[in-house]
């Protein structure tokens, strides 16, 4: 899956170190990913179109390569960079290139809705010793958000229920999945959300684990569970457009997935679920 880098190693520790010349800076404008080549510029490359240091945000590190952001895009940035969707970091060469990319934006979303002060306005700044804004005046401090999610696998024998989301144009199935409300606990969401988009009884939840999804700011969190009584779908058709029961056999393949999702459904295909 996306965080599975190994022997590489994803350091995040908050620190603030100087960027040197084979670093690579992670460039986003609203619209998408602005590359160099297809793959992250370097320091160099952005001392070259004008860029300081000083423009520069550190994120993280993989290994001994330092991930930096930057700050402001300026209009000789987006003219010698290639502009790219987002979804580019998914496929860039590399081993570790997509969790960089996926953690990257995470950040970069939260620096930016994060520019002001939510309780007095103010600018907030950049903190010195955590990773956090802070509002000059009020004090008022906000940490990166991360938003729970679940993934949840119904089962019923040698079927599983797949899904395709109503405002995607992709061809992809999925697995039932959502956020955790206020004063749910992940078992009482995993229970609400198959109820709600596909109108099932489920039981015998088991956990199966966990993984960062820095695409959307979440942490998803996947679920077994087996089908309890009537299977008959009812889908909620404001969040799909399709729901169906699909046999072991019939799961389409999915190579090396990077997802959660994608990862319970080929253990399902392969007949590697868990089965007590």
């Not at 024998?157 to 199935?173: E, F, M, N, Q, S």
């Not at 295909?269 to 868990?274: A, E, I, N, S, T």
Request: with cysteine; net charge negative; glycine share 8%.
């Amino acid at each position: 899956m996306l965080q599975e880098i190994a022997p590489h190693v994803y350091h995040n520790e908050f620190q603030n170190p100087k960027p040197r010349e084979t670093d690579l800076v992670t460039v986003f404008d609203g619209r998408g990913a602005l590359l160099d080549g297809g793959r992250y510029p370097t320091v160099t490359r952005m001392r070259k179109l004008g860029v300081s240091d000083e423009d520069l945000v550190y994120l993280f590190s993989i290994d001994d390569t330092a991930f930096f952001l930057l700050w402001e895009v300026t209009d000789a940035v987006r003219g010698g960079l290639e502009m790219d969707r987002v979804e580019a970091c998914r496929t860039m060469e590399g081993p570790y290139m997509a969790l960089a990319g996926a953690t990257a934006l995470h950040l970069y979303r939260w620096y930016r809705a994060n520019q002001f002060c939510g309780c007095c306005g103010t600018p907030n700044q950049r903190d010195e010793k955590e990773r956090a804004m802070r509002c000059p005046v009020c004090n008022a401090i906000v940490y990166p958000t991360i938003a729970p999610a679940i993934v949840v696998a119904i089962r019923d024998g040698d079927r599983i229920v797949l899904t395709k989301y109503a405002d995607r144009a992709t061809p992809r199935y999925a697995l039932i999945a959502g956020f955790i409300e206020i004063g749910e606990t992940m078992e009482d969401t995993v229970h609400r959300e198959a109820m709600e988009e596909v109108g099932l009884k489920i039981k015998n939840l088991r956990y199966h684990g966990n993984q960062p999804w820095g695409f959307s700011g979440t942490l998803m969190l996947g679920f077994w569970a087996d089908l309890d009584g009537d299977d008959t779908i009812t889908l909620d058709r404001q969040e799909l457009k399709e729901g169906v029961w699909v046999r072991r056999e019939d799961v389409p393949e999915t190579p090396n997935p990077l997802d959660l999702t994608h990862t319970m459904m080929e253990l399902f295909r392969k007949g590697l679920d868990p089965k007590d």
